[in-house]
């Protein structure tokens, strides 16, 4: 599809682009119409039409229902009816009663007219039906008579009901029951009086009523059961859709949309209290849209005519708009076709074609340049090639220039290999021996490390031994402080050992006064005696025990002197070790420094020898890749002829390509074609 649109011409596009989209607006604008007149139709008719009618019509059936209802209210409010009735309903006065009856029978043209007498203890019911008065006595266990006890339950003023009975027959009627407001002792209505109507004509009234086309109405009770209606009616039953009850329990007006029977359907209710029913209308929506849809119609046909005129107009137009273009086209066809890019184009419009034209011809202006800049690059090329193929050497042409080489560079490429291979093998050689070298370095690295590692363990092992010197230097010294304070302690104690000898020798001459005191005390002296001997013994082996410490103290004392006079010759022997120590720990020192350097020596030639077999190694290399080198140069030096011959060949073939273009300036001349009226694009 989008290239059958593409193979069209501009002005069909145009045409068939502005037609469609006419036909869309006018489309969419009647649709709107439509839509727009059709709401308003539904909110008008839901929220005016239909409630006024129904209005109306509930009017119409009320007017016709008050005097039957007004006459029901008289009879059964009759002064002489109530009057008689107490009276318990004399037969020689009925005629009086068939007159009353008579009288509203003739006045309101009902059908029929009827009482319900109740005295309190019996209930008569009589009946006027065309100069015929009829009574008998209700038998309220009988269906027949049953509507009058519904009605005194309901306790409503008064109600309709659609009934027949013995005399009226088989057809129905409705009779309106109204209520005396006297009661009997029971609290009963003394009389329940109306009228029947006939419901034919209300019925005919109902039924012949039409809205719209097909608009019906009925009546329906106030449990939405449908009593009166037209043959045709849709709706019967106002409970058979939730929409529908909806519906009922409203006195006011009540519209719906809704779908019943296979149709759509508007549906409207309204209580009519004085029949006590509901009022209902159906409006089938066919009836509504019918005159929409021929306005539609007629608005579409509007439409159609409108479309024609315009497509008609819109072909001149697109015609116009496409001319500038169409020529144009013309003009870079002329050019396209004679490669003159001398040419210029030429138009009328100021507009966006007319920017178009001043860019185009700018772009052929740039263009022309470019050629030119080519033809002279071309040019340019063929004497470069040509340069080429002489400097290769190997051009099989007879040229002065050639004449005059006396080597050629494929030549001078094959001389250089083979110079460059001999130097290859000389500096395989002296790479083989920079490999020995490095690895004769790299053993003496390894010795002069392991010398620099035990000369740094001795250094470590001499100042161990010399912070042990220190440490055993200061121990003795303190033990010799101590020896020193232990012999003057041990002469403070023979100085205490004195003063206890002292005591002893104190304590025998106490002890010899109390001998002698305790034998001149005869025999109370004798406990005391014994007490001195005791002493004086004890005395005597105190002197003993000192005479023995003291041997000890002297003992302990000759010990302390030699054991000073040895801790003094040890503290000499430990600072001579000392000084020793400390000699030996710069000799080591010095050692581990001169190791070092060696070690620093040993691993720099080795580094040195490495680097020395690793340049080597990438000289052979270099060498090797230039000896490949100069292989490959002599085949592309052999390839440069070929190439330079290709390049020759492409110049000749790009001139002549370009002197295809004719940039000669055309002769000034009037436009040959005319212009047509300048269009707005």
């Not at 708009?321 to 002329?334: A, C």
């Not at 340049?369 to 090639?385: D, K, M, Y």
Request: hydrophobic share 40%.
């Amino acid at each position: 599809m989008r290239n059958i649109w593409n193979r069209l011409s501009l002005r069909l596009r145009l045409f068939v682009s502005f037609g469609v989209l006419f036909t869309l607006m006018t489309g969419l604008a009647l649709v709107l119409q439509s839509s727009f007149y059709t709401q308003n139709r539904v909110t008008r008719l839901v929220e005016y039409d239909l409630p006024s009618q129904l209005q109306q019509l509930a009017a119409e059936v009320t007017v016709k229902l008050a005097p039957s209802i007004e006459a029901s209210h008289g009879l059964a409010s009759n002064i002489y009816i109530q009057d008689w009735i107490k009276r318990d309903m004399p037969e020689s006065e009925l005629s009086l009663l068939r007159e009353q009856m008579a009288t509203i029978y003739q006045q309101l043209g009902a059908k029929s007219v009827f009482l319900a007498a109740n005295n309190g203890s019996n209930v008569f019911y009589y009946h006027y039906q065309e100069s015929a008065f009829n009574y008998r006595q209700l038998d309220l266990k009988d269906e027949q008579d049953a509507w009058y006890l519904a009605y005194l339950k309901g306790g409503l003023p008064y109600e309709l009901n659609l009934d027949s009975n013995e005399f009226t027959g088989s057809q129905l009627q409705m009779f309106v029951n109204y209520s005396s407001p006297v009661k009997t002792v029971s609290g009963q209505p003394i009389s329940v009086a109306g009228v029947g109507l006939d419901m034919q004509h209300l019925a005919e009234m109902i039924g012949t009523y039409r809205f719209r086309k097909n608009g019906r109405a009925s009546l329906a009770t106030a449990q939405g059961v449908v009593e009166v209606s037209s043959a045709d009616l849709l709706v019967t039953d106002l409970n058979a859709t939730a929409e529908l009850k909806s519906l009922l329990d409203n006195q006011k007006v009540s519209i719906a949309q809704i779908d019943y029977k296979g149709q759509q359907l508007f549906v409207g209710t309204v209580w009519i209290a004085d029949l006590q029913r509901y009022l209902v209308l159906e409006v089938p929506r066919s009836d509504f849209m019918g005159p929409i849809k021929e306005q539609l119609y007629q608005s579409l046909m509007a439409g159609v005519v409108l479309l024609l005129l315009s497509l008609l107009l819109l072909y001149p137009l697109a015609v116009s708009l496409s001319r500038p273009l169409t020529l144009f086209q013309r003009q870079l066809v002329k050019i396209t076709r004679t490669l003159n890019l001398s040419h210029r184009l030429e138009t009328t419009d100021k507009a966006e074609l007319g920017e178009l034209a001043e860019q185009t011809n700018s772009l052929l202006e740039r263009l022309s340049f470019a050629i030119n800049g080519v033809q002279r690059s071309s040019n340019r090329l063929t004497e470069t090639a040509h340069n080429l193929a002489c400097t290769a050497g190997l051009v099989s042409r007879n040229t002065d220039k050639q004449q005059e080489v006396s080597q050629s560079m494929a030549a001078a490429v094959e001389e250089m290999s083979s110079s460059v291979a001999e130097i290859t093998s000389t500096m395989e050689e002296l790479s083989a021996s920079s490999t020995q070298i490095a690895d004769y370095s790299q053993s003496v690295v390894e010795v002069a490390n392991v010398t620099l590692e035990s000369s740094k363990k001795g250094a470590g092992a001499m100042q161990n031994l010399q912070s042990r010197m220190a440490e055993i230097h200061k121990d003795s010294e303190t033990s010799l402080n101590e020896i020193v304070q232990l012999g003057s302690k041990s002469k403070e104690i023979s100085k205490v050992m004195d003063l206890i000898n002292t005591l002893a020798d104190q304590t025998k001459l106490i002890a010899f006064n109390a001998a002698l005191e305790a034998s001149s005390a005869g025999e109370s002296g004798k406990r005391f005696s014994v007490v001195a001997s005791e002493i004086r013994r004890l005395a005597d082996s105190v002197t003993d025990s000192t005479h023995e410490i003291e041997d000890r103290i002297q003992e302990i004392q000759d010990s302390i002197n030699r054991l000073v006079i040895t801790s003094e010759k040890g503290a000499s022997s430990i600072q001579l070790g000392m000084q020793v120590s400390s000699e030996t720990a710069e000799d080591l020192n010095a050692l581990v420094q001169a190791a070092s350097k060696t070690s620093s020596a040993a691993q720099q030639i080795s580094l040195s020898t490495r680097q020395q077999k690793t340049a080597s190694s990438q000289v052979v290399i270099a060498l090797r890749d230039i000896a490949n080198a100069s292989m490959h140069n002599a085949q592309s030096v052999r390839s440069i002829t070929d190439i330079s011959e290709d390049m020759v060949k492409m110049s000749e073939d790009l001139n002549n390509l370009v002197s295809e273009f004719n940039q000669t300036e055309p002769e000034k001349k009037e436009t040959a074609s005319p212009q047509a009226p300048r269009s707005e694009v």
